[in-house]
């Protein structure tokens, strides 16, 4: 059984910082892209951040570049999502997600249809 389990949401005044992480379980972390998207009320869900754990590439949205930081840590199937200088308009509901095995460039890291994998989203809600 495929599981993706998240942390360390909640919420923070502008200008702090939370760190996300997503563990994953069963035969999908291996040689595959790891993500980080988020959605709004009223809003498409939007990519922010990606890593193929294969080579450790990492992928990230303009919206957050200089302030999120996505890493992995291979040894524990996990990945993170350090989030710096949060703003207003960070807060969302943020998933994490898994591609099926792919190679290299072989999705383009933005699309929610490229997982196929989901977590249980965790709320981030910034204050200002």
């Known amino acids: 059984q495929v599981q993706l389990v998240e942390s360390g949401g909640g919420s923070v005044l502008a200008g702090g910082s939370l760190r996300l992480s997503c563990v994953a379980s069963?035969?999908?972390?291996?040689?595959?892209?790891m993500g980080w998207f988020r959605q709004a009320p009223g809003k498409e869900r939007e990519g922010v951040a990606a890593?193929?754990?294969?080579?450790?590439?990492?992928y990230s949205a303009d919206s957050v570049k200089g302030r999120f930081t996505i890493s992995q840590d291979n040894a524990k199937n996990t990945v993170h999502l350090q989030m710096n200088s949060m703003k207003p308009e960070d807060t969302a509901m943020y998933y994490c997600?898994?591609?099926?095995?792919?190679?290299?460039?072989?999705?383009?890291?933005?699309?929610?249809?490229?997982?196929?994998?989901w977590g249980q989203g965790t709320q981030v809600t910034v204050s200002s």
């Open positions: 997600a898994a591609s099926r095995r792919v190679p290299y460039g072989g999705i383009t890291w933005g699309r929610s249809s490229a997982y196929g994998y």
């Open positions: 890593i193929y754990t294969g080579n450790g590439v990492t």
């Open positions: 069963g035969d999908i972390y291996r040689n595959g892209y």
